[in-house]
């Protein structure tokens, strides 16, 4: 049996927000599902402490496609505290999870907000998923814990039925 995907999206500019989207994903391979992480894109200004940081990340990911969300089984989210799915950075990607949606593609698919501290993000983000018709799981601990309770419930999704 193929491990079901999850495609952990992320916007970062200093590393903060990447540490804990790896940890999500970490907590997903635990529950033995196949993480995917997609950095958004931004194009705004850096602070100079941030310039190799965001250097590497623009090496080291690419952003999340129409085929990675369609093709994985739950859908993960890590915005940056105090974003909202209208900002800039992501509202590109909301735009994509509407196509996906009106064409019927996002049915069935978990979801989830991963809590970078910010719990109004959270909800703002939460809400974005849940009006595309993911089924949300909420937080349940921290980041590693939430991106297991994901990946459990991808998985128990994929096997077969006695």
Known sequence: MAQPGV???FSSRCGSTETIAHAAAVGAVNARALPRLRRLVDDGPVATDCADTLR???KEYVPPTEADI??????MIVPTAGMTPASDVWQSFITLLDK????SKLAGKVGAVIDT???ETVARFSSALAARGFALIAANGDARAHGRAVGAA????SMPKQ
Do not use: Y
């Open 7 to 9: 495609v952990v999206a």
């Open 56 to 58: 590497r990340m623009k």
């Open 70 to 75: 369609a093709g994985a089984a739950a859908l």
């Open 100 to 103: 996906l949606a009106s064409a």
């Open 117 to 119: 501290g910010d719990s």
């Open 154 to 157: 991808v998985v128990a999704q």
